[in-house]
C-alpha cells in the first residue's frame, strides 16, 4: 500500500498515516459523515440517521442536546455505580478460580451501565448483544468470498431487519416514557427542544440505538484488549497491581496499541487531492486508525508496548466534531473494572493453553475470549 490507495473491490478509498486519518476525520468540510447525501438509494439512510452520520448545523444542534449527559462531570456520578456492578459480577465467579474476563465481566459491565443510563431493564442483554452484534459483524464477515453487490444487498438486509426489531423495541420504551417520565436519557430525549422544535421520533431511535451499540462493544473490546497487552508483559500486570494511579495512563496506551474501533468512515464532498491521488467527490473514504496509532512520526517505537508514553495523542476515539462522545464514559468504565480486578486477583493471568481468537470484523478490534 501507498498512503492513499484505492480498494478495487469494496470501492472505497483507503488513508493510513496519522496525519491524513486526522485530517479526514476533522475535517468534516471535506469529508462528510452524511453517506445519504452521495448514495444511490437515499430512502435507505432514512432509519439510523444518528449523530454519528449527519454534519453540521444538524450535527451540533443533536451533539449539544446529548453532550451534558455524558461530560466527565455528569459521568463521575455514576462511578459508585460502575463499582458495584463489577464487584457483582466478580463476586459470581471469584470462588471458581477461573473465568473468562469477555463473559464475565467486559460484556455485561458496559451494556448494565448503558442500559441503566437510557432505562431500559439490563435483563434484555441478550438481545441488546445479539442486535449490537447483527450490526457490527454481520458486515464484513464474508467479505472476501462472493460478489460485492450480493454482500451489500445481505448486508442491507440483515442491518434493516435488525434496525426494524431494534426500533419496535424502543418504540415501546419512548411509548411507556411519554406516559410517565422517568429520570433517565429516553424521557432527557423526549422532552429536549432545539430551538423550540422537539427531536423527530426517528432521531430519538437513531440516538438509542447508536448508544446502545457504541456504548457496548467497544467498551467490552476495550476490557478485553487491556488484558491482553497487560498479560503480554507480566512485569506490567504487578507494576499496575502495586501502583493502580498508573491505570489511566496505560489504557491510553491500550486504546493506541490494540484500538477497538478501527476505522472512521467518510465521503469526500469534493474532488480532494492526497499524496498524489485524486478522490472524486462523493467516495467513501476509511481512516484506519489502528494505522494511524501505529504511525513512526506520531509515536517513536510504534511497536512497543510502553504505559508511560507521553505525548500519546492516539486517535482511538477519533478526532474533530465527531470526537466520541462516550469516551469519559468508556475510560471510566475501563479503570474500575480494571482496578478492582488487579485489587481482587493480583496473580491474574492468561490461561496459555488456549489461544487468542479475534472477533471477526473489520472495524472492531478484540478477542472473542479470555480465559484467565
Ligand atoms: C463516536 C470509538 C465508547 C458513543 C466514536 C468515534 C470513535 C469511537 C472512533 C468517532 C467516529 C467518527 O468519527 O466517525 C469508541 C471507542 C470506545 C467508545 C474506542 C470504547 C473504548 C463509546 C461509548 C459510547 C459511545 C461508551 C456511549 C455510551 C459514541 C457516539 C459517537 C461516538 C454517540 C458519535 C459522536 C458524534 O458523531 O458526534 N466513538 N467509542 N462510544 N461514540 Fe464512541
Known sequence: FGPVSYNERARFWEVFEYDDVLRVASEHETFSSDGSKFAAHPE??????????TDPPRHRQLRSLVSQAFTPRAIASIAPRI??????????????????????????????VISELLGVPSEDRARFKRWSDDIVFSEYDDLSSGNLEEYNERVRITVRRTLDELYDYFRVVLAERRLQPRQDLVSELLAAQIEGQSLSEAEILAFCTLLLIAGNITTTNLIGNALLCFDEQPEVMDQLAKSPELLPQAIE???????????VGRYATREVELHGQTIPTGQMVIGWISSANFDPCAFPQPEVFDITRTPNRHLAFGHGIHFCLGAPLARLEAKIALGILLERFQQIRRKRDQPVETIHSAFILGPKHCPV
Open 44 to 53: 435507505e439512510f432514512t432509519k439510523g440517521q444518528s449523530i454519528l452520520t
Open 83 to 112: 463499582a458495584a456492578i463489577t464487584h457483582n459480577l466478580l463476586d459470581q465467579v471469584a470462588e471458581q478460580g477461573s473465568m473468562d474476563i469477555i463473559a464475565d465481566l467486559s460484556y455485561p459491565l458496559p451494556v448494565i
Open 253 to 263: 496506551e491500550v486504546l493506541r496499541y490494540r484500538s477497538p474501533a478501527l476505522l
